[in-house]
Every structure is written in structure tokens, then in C-alpha cells.
């Protein structure tokens, strides 16, 4: 079970800095082909989507690294084991 | 003493928290359920920078504030405790709610009502972020040993209850009054935000009668309260490390599950089906009605066999059932498998409608309705509106059987055409029964995940902890549902299929359950944590 966890950890790791260039992908893509009117407002949904899926992005990617650095092979049964 | 011991009771513990809770979310669905009219009222569309701020009300207030929300009160929750919190948030999410209903329209006082209005909205956003995790706290750490999964199921209805209870209140005064009435700048559809200052009202009396978790209360008389529950949750590894698996393993797959089955569902079901704006209502009602008891039949399961498995499940069916379930919705709604009753399709105009602008355009609105009955008691309209713009020799006072055509300049070349379908009986309950799964899915994923989240975090952080997690996975991947789906399907048209697939825009949820269903089989425990005192 644990060489399935690190090793899906390589997937996450790959699949949040793909995730990123997709959505900067799209967000060009939609921002460029809306109408002049419409444009401002589309770019500003876009913005608001890249400033959020960022971070959450990144917070994938360092899932990935301690997935693959065995973080995760015994989870924590009291709270002392988390301080 | 005795009043003492009857305050500190479970049962008034959760009635307490639950009526809070209940009424946080009626308030922050009202606002998207009348968006339209807001919208209309707050935001016109020929106004650009309006339109602007409506976007930055609609999305910053579910994706960026809600999660800010959760920083902000889940930090206080961890620094004075979850009573005073959650108090504070109620207050803030009422007393916006009531003033949204104050605020004249952007006909009367201009810019200074869509302003107002977004301020009021993120408000709102950030009391709900700071709600939920305050009160999943406060009734877990309330709830006795071996029950804690089925009384904070109770608080996870609230969420649904609070949806019945916004479509309930406004159907009610919306058919008392007619659109017409309704939708006036101080028409019917101000009401709700009305009837939230008496509701949260009556819930702050009911709160302050209550005592501080006896878990927060222990720790704050030891002095160990978290003295920086930033730091705390999100600085340090070994907390850190849970709240990612929180958020990957769990949240992220029940807010899809959540977001498709009680909005895209009904909103598919309108916009999509075309089923009449009251009938596609009330069978999302029904459905609701008769799903929530499982909320509570989960809860109380997970603390029998575990919380992962049941949350997992959910997910699974989802991902496996949610194209077959929506090419029903489709198959049910069509005109394809049904028999026209020949001599009740009918065809009537109605009066045309002159309207000169400011430009001294003349344009005639001219509605001419399909009215289409079927054997097994279904009703199709085609309402199709062609606009004429006539020359500036047309006399008002001729009527539209008499109008010249050499007077027409134009007519449109794209008539706006609106469909409404009423449904037969049969059909009607075929949907309710596909939606109602769909809720029993989110039973599953959201019934026990209040439990979960609290027995990953130590109380010092507890609120913190959980609330980021729970709302970027309810308000950024679940939010997200209608926005990403209808982009999907924008990707699917083509000159040879202008429609697109109306069934791609299920990709999202499929894709984000899926994704979240693998992490949680591999990375999640299936271990109740008996002991959430430390």
C-alpha cells in the first residue's frame, strides 16, 4: 500500500503544475476571444479563478512531495503525534 | 442547577446550533436563487462596470471570502472560543442579509446600490465561512462517545434544510404575488431578506443561552489554547499534512457531489429539460424533502462502520450514475417519445408591444405562443418573440392587423424563443426520483463529514483546521459546478453541433470525484478517533 501512495504521489505532483498551465491556457484563450464589451469582465472571472487555483495547486503539489516522502504511510492517531 | 444541566442537554445543543446554521445558508441562498431579478435591480447589463461588480459579488464572495472567512473565524473560534464566533457570524450574516433587501435599486440612488450591494454580498460570504466549522465544532465536541457522526448530522441537514427553506419562501411569495409584482424594485422579492432579520433574531436568543464547548472551556482553564492558530495549522508539518488530505481525500469530492446534485441538477433541469420554472421547483422540493432523513441514517451509520466508506461510496456512485442519470433527465423531458394531441396544439398571439427608445426607434415586440399538448397530459410552449423596427412614418394608434408592411425596416433575425414544458404526472415523479438520488449521494458524501473533520484536528486548532479545508473544497471545487460545466460545454460545440453536448459539462464533477475518490481509498483512515478531548 505504501509504494501505491508514494508512487501516486508522482502523479499529483505532475498533475498541479499541469493543472495551472491549463487554466492560464483557458483563461487566455476565453479572455482573447470574448467580445470588447464582455472582455473586462471575462478576464476578471479568469483572475479571480487563476488567484484561487493557484494556491490550492501548490498545496497539490506539496500533497504529491509528502505523499512520495512516506508522510502519509501512518496517519496520526492522537494530537500528540501532530505537534 | 437543573436549568443549568437542561441548557447544557445535547438536544438543545443541536437544536440551537442547527436553527443558526439553517438560517445562514437560507440567507446565503436566497441572494443566488433571486439572482436574476438582483441582478436586474443592481447590476444592469448595459452599465459595463456593473456587470463587473456583479461578478465580483456572485464569484468573490463563494471562492475568495468564503475561504477568508474561515481564516478569519476559525482563528477568533480558536482564540475565544466557538460561542462567541459563531454568534458574531450570525449577527453579520443577518444584519447584511436585511440591509440587501434595503438597499434601493441602481434606478434610484445609481452606483451606490450595485456597491453596496457587493459589499453586503462578501459579508455574507465571510460569515458563512466562519459558521460551519464553529458549529460542527461546538456539537462534536458536545456529542457523547460513539454518537458523534450522528448528532453533527443534524447540522449537516442545515445546509439542504436551508435550501428548502429559500425556495419554499420565495415560491410562496412569488405565486401569492405574480411576476410582475415580484420583481418590482420594491416588489415581493425582497421579502426573504426581510424575514431573516426575525429568523436570526430569534436565533441569537436561542444562542446566547448557550455555554461554551466543555472541550474549549478545559482548555482555556489549563491556559493550552493555541496562541497562534495560524502558525498552529497550517506552519507546522504534521497538521498541515492533514489539512491537504482533508481537503484532496474528502472535501473536494462531497463539495462536486454536493454542488451537482442540489444546483446543477436543478439547474439542467430548467435551463436544459426547459421544465416550467414552478415544476422544476417543487420536484427539487420533494426530493429534498424526502432525502435529508438520510443525512441523519448516514451520520449515525458512520459511527457504526466508520466514516470513510460511506463518503467514498457516495462519491463512487456518483462518478459511476451521473451521465446515465442526466441523459434521463434528458430522454424524460423530450418531445421525441411522446404523441401530439393533434387537435389541442394550438397557436396564439398575444398583443404586440410598441416600445419607442430613447433614439425614437420604434420596435414592435410581436409574441406568438406553441402551445402543444401530448397524449399523457404534458404541455410544451414554444413562446417566440420576433422584434420589428419600423420607419418613423408608423402611427401608434394603427393596429397590428392594419401595420403596412413597407413601414417594417427590419424584423430580427434570431427571435428569442422560450421554451416552458409542464410535465405530466408520470414524468414529474420519474424526475423527482433521479434528483432524489443524486441528494442521497450528497447524504452520503456530507453526512458525515462533519465528524470526520473534527476528529483529524486537535481542539486547539480545531476550527481553524477544518473550516479552510471544507470551505475551498464547498466553495471554490464545488462553487465551481455551474461555471466550469457550462464552459465544458461550450467546448463541445461546433457549426455541426451548435448545441454542444449537453452532458459534458458533467466532466468537472466526474473528474474532481474521481481524482478525490482514489486519495481517499489509498491515504484515508477508516479509524474513529474515539477521543477528540485532546
Redesign the interface.
Given at each position: 500500500m505504501n509504494a501505491v501512495k508514494k508512487s501516486l504521489g508522482y502523479v499529483w505532483m505532475l498533475m498541479a503544475p499541469a493543472l495551472i498551465c491549463f487554466l492560464v491556457y483557458q483563461a487566455v484563450e476565453k479572455i482573447s476571444a470574448a467580445s470588447e464589451i464582455q472582455r473586462s469582465n471575462v478576464a476578471l472571472q479568469w483572475v479571480i479563478i487563476l488567484l484561487v487555483f493557484t494556491p490550492i495547486c501548490v498545496g497539490f503539489f506539496i500533497f504529491g512531495k509528502y505523499a512520495i516522502s512516506n508522510e502519509y504511510a501512518h496517519l496520526p492517531e492522537s494530537s500528540t503525534e501532530i505537534e | 442547577m437543573i436549568q443549568e444541566k437542561k441548557q447544557s442537554s445535547i438536544a438543545f445543543v443541536i437544536g440551537a446550533s442547527s436553527v443558526g446554521t439553517l438560517i445562514e445558508w437560507y440567507d446565503f441562498y436566497i441572494f443566488g436563487m433571486l439572482a436574476t431579478i438582483i441582478s436586474k435591480q443592481f447590476f444592469p447589463a448595459d452599465a459595463?462596470t456593473a456587470?463587473?461588480l456583479s461578478?465580483?459579488a456572485i464569484?468573490?464572495a463563494g471562492?475568495?471570502v468564503r475561504?477568508f472567512g474561515a481564516l478569519v473565524f476559525g482563528r477568533l473560534g480558536d482564540l475565544i472560543g466557538r460561542k462567541h464566533t459563531f454568534l458574531l457570524t450570525l449577527v453579520i450574516m443577518g444584519g447584511s442579509t436585511f440591509a440587501i433587501g434595503l438597499v434601493p435599486g441602481y434606478a434610484t440612488i445609481g452606483w451606490a446600490a450595485p456597491i453596496l450591494v457587493l459589499i453586503l454580498r462578501l459579508l455574507q460570504g465571510l460569515a458563512l465561512g466562519g459558521e460551519y466549522g464553529g458549529a460542527a465544532t461546538y456539537v462534536a465536541e458536545h456529542a457523547p462517545k460513539g454518537q458523534r457522526g450522528f448528532w453533527t448530522s443534524w447540522i449537516q441537514t442545515t445546509a439542504t434544510l436551508g435550501l428548502f427553506l429559500a425556495l419554499g419562501v420565495i415560491i410562496l411569495i412569488r405565486s401569492s404575488q405574480g411576476v410582475e409584482k415580484f420583481s418590482a424594485e420594491w416588489g415581493g422579492w425582497r421579502y426573504p431578506f426581510w424575514i431573516s432579520l426575525l429568523l436570526v433574531g430569534v436565533s441569537i436568543l436561542i444562542r446566547m443561552r448557550m455555554s461554551e464547548s466543555p472541550m474549549f472551556s478545559k482548555l482555556k482553564t489549563e491556559g493550552k489554547t493555541s496562541v497562534n492558530p495560524l502558525k498552529e495549522s497550517f506552519g507546522?508539518?504534521?497538521?498541515?499534512?492533514?489539512v491537504?488530505?482533508a481537503?484532496?481525500g474528502a472535501v473536494m469530492g462531497q463539495g462536486v457531489v454536493w454542488y451537482t446534485g442540489q444546483f446543477y441538477a436543478q439547474s439542467f433541469i430548467e435551463t436544459v429539460c426547459k421544465v416550467e420554472f414552478i415544476q422544476s421547483r417543487n420536484l427539487m422540493l420533494w426530493a429534498i424533502l424526502m432525502a435529508t432523513p438520510c443525512f441523519v441514517l448516514f451520520g449515525w451509520l458512520s459511527d457504526k462502520v466508520g466514516r470513510k466508506w460511506i463518503m467514498l461510496i457516495g462519491m463512487l456512485a456518483a462518478v459511476l450514475t451521473y451521465r446515465p442519470i442526466y441523459k434521463q433527465f434528458l430522454s424524460l423531458t423530450s418531445a421525441k417519445n411522446r404523441i401530439e394531441k393533434i387537435d389541442l396544439a394550438k397557436i396564439t398571439a398575444s398583443e404586440p408591444k410598441v416600445v419607442t427608445d430613447a433614439k425614437e426607434t420604434t420596435k414592435i415586440y410581436v409574441t406568438q405562443i406553441f402551445d402543444t399538448a401530448y397524449t399523457d397530459g404534458a404541455h410544451f410552449k414554444y413562446i417566440k418573440t420576433d422584434t420589428l423596427l419600423l420607419t418613423a412614418a408608423y402611427d401608434a394608434n394603427l393596429k397590428m392587423d392594419a401595420l403596412n408592411p413597407s413601414l417594417v425596416v427590419s424584423k430580427s433575425v434570431k427571435p428569442n424563443v422560450v421554451i416552458e414544458k409542464t410535465m405530466d404526472d408520470a414524468t414529474y415523479w420519474n424526475l423527482i426520483w433521479l434528483v432524489f438520488i443524486q441528494i442521497v449521494y450528497v447524504t452520503m458524501v456530507y453526512g458525515p463529514i462533519a465528524a470526520f473533520l473534527v476528529e483529524m484536528?486537535?481542539?486547539k486548532i480545531r476550527y481553524t483546521s477544518m473550516s479552510l479545508p471544507y470551505h475551498?473544497g464547498n466553495g471554490?471545487f464545488g462553487g465551481?459546478v455551474p461555471?466550469l460545466g457550462t464552459?465544458i460545454v461550450e467546448f463541445t460545440k461546433s457549426p455541426e453541433s451548435p448545441m454542444g453536448d449537453a452532458l459534458a459539462g458533467l466532466w468537472y464533477p466526474i473528474g474532481v470525484a474521481s481524482?478525490c475518490l482514489?486519495?481517499g481509498v489509498?491515504?484515508?483512515?477508516n479509524?474513529i478517533?474515539k477521543?477528540v478531548m485532546?
Open positions: - | 459595463g456587470a463587473l461578478t465580483l464569484f468573490a471562492f475568495i475561504p507546522q508539518k504534521g497538521n498541515f499534512k492533514m491537504l488530505l481537503l484532496f484536528f486537535p481542539t475551498i471554490v465551481l461555471f464552459l481524482v482514489i486519495i489509498f491515504y484515508l483512515s479509524k478517533d477521543n485532546d
